[in-house]
């Protein structure tokens, strides 16, 4: 400890006596103060790093958990549930981890690393049900998966008891194709352009557009089908003379109701993450605005509107109500969108399970399997990209 810290102070005050007298000098000891170190240094505490004490006792409670709920159902209470097992083994576990963290760390530490157990299970249980459709899905599948004429092949001449060696979902891949490419046609530039006026044209009508976006991406898919079914077909389908008959373009339309807020909401998102610093650049060098849009924010965010556009396809490729109102149900190779039925991939998937033919349900969970493995990719290429831009934003 320094010495000025322990040594006294020292306060020295003359007053005269007399006028031809000294001065009298008074001496008052004024105590030390302690420095505001003296407790010694604030501990720190890591939020990332896994000590072994935590590991031992997550280790511990779950395995004491475990052993008394097999007590419990075994001798107190013969039962035989296994969710009851899971939730009172769960239950049991979080009293016991909670008693084990209180004896070596405070109240927000113990906190935290409870909320943490019941974020990891739950996203251990998210990923499991996730894992287990995927598992379920590709198991059923793989006898179909196996020939090559289930991708070479259309149904049109397959009856629902011939084996696996005839027949395939080609009708179903170029339907949905032809369906994802139109409604592709008219999502990517009114989801562009709408994330655009979002973003340079705040005001009222700008809050109304954004909030009814995004009211729209949480809407049923049965509905989109409803509003074009109700809105075109029947107004403008007749059978001989429709200029809007079941088909692959009414398919499209009611795709296109289920893409298009994903993408003007991802787009939004996007476009929003633009440095500033570059607008006001080029509005230092005489660009307008609209020429600001063209040259510099869609440029700049070019990663991002990838991924919102690869979102709103995938969105798009698995919706099976709006195509089950409008698309039409056919078992041939159909390329023209005006005429006659276009089934796409979930139709298919659809019509096959339905079917109480082993055959044709294999066939669908077949088509079921490659439709899901197309999803995921589009899904991890979006995550990828996003991830991409993510860095290369300052």
Request: hydrophobic share 50%.
């Amino acid at each position: 400890m320094p010495a000025a810290a322990t040594a006294a102070t020292t306060v020295t005050t003359v007053t005269p006596a007399t006028a031809t007298t000294a001065a009298t000098t008074a001496t008052t000891v004024v105590p030390p103060i302690a420095p505001a170190d003296a407790a010694g240094p604030e501990l720190r505490r890591g939020v990332h790093a896994v000590l072994r004490e935590d590991v031992y006792a997550l280790l511990g409670s779950l395995t004491a958990a475990v052993a008394a709920t097999a007590v419990i159902f075994t001798w107190l209470a013969p039962w035989n549930d296994p969710i009851g097992f899971v939730a009172c083994a769960y239950l049991l576990f979080l009293v016991i981890y909670r008693i084990t963290l209180s004896q070596d760390h405070d109240r927000p530490a113990v906190r935290d690393r409870m909320v943490g157990a019941v974020v990891t299970t739950l996203a251990l249980v998210l990923f499991g049900t996730m894992a287990d459709v995927v598992y379920f899905t590709l198991v059923n599948g793989r006898h179909a998966l196996g020939h090559l004429n289930f991708y070479t092949q259309d149904i049109h001449l397959t009856a629902p008891k011939d084996p696996l060696t005839k027949g395939g979902i080609l009708h179903a891949a170029i339907g949905t194709l032809i369906e994802i490419s139109i409604a592709l046609a008219i999502t990517v530039p009114l989801g562009v352009l709408t994330a655009v006026m979002l973003n340079e044209m705040p005001g009222r009508l700008s809050r109304g557009v954004r909030t009814i976006a995004e009211a729209a991406t949480a809407l049923p898919s049965i509905v989109a089908g409803l509003f074009v079914y109700g809105t075109l077909i029947v107004p403008f389908g007749h059978r001989s003379t429709g200029l809007l008959r079941t088909g692959g373009l009414a398919a499209a339309i009611a795709i296109s109701v289920m893409m298009l807020p994903i993408i003007i909401r991802a787009a939004d998102v996007v476009l929003r993450l633009t440095p500033g610093s570059l607008k006001e650049a080029s509005y230092a060098l005489g660009a307008g605005q609209w020429s600001t849009v063209w040259r510099v924010s869609l440029p700049t965010a070019r990663s991002g509107l990838t991924t919102a556009v690869i979102l709103g396809t995938a969105r798009g490729l698995g919706e099976t109500s709006p195509v089950l109102l409008c698309a039409g149900l056919g078992r041939d190779v159909n390329v023209n969108p005006l005429h006659d039925p276009m089934t796409p991939l979930p139709l298919a998937v659809f019509s096959m399970i339905r079917s109480p033919e082993p055959g044709m349900i294999q066939r669908g969970y077949g088509a079921a399997s490659v439709l899901l493995i197309v999803v995921l990719v589009l899904f991890s290429t979006a995550r990828l990209l996003a991830r991409r831009n993510r860095s290369l934003t300052p």
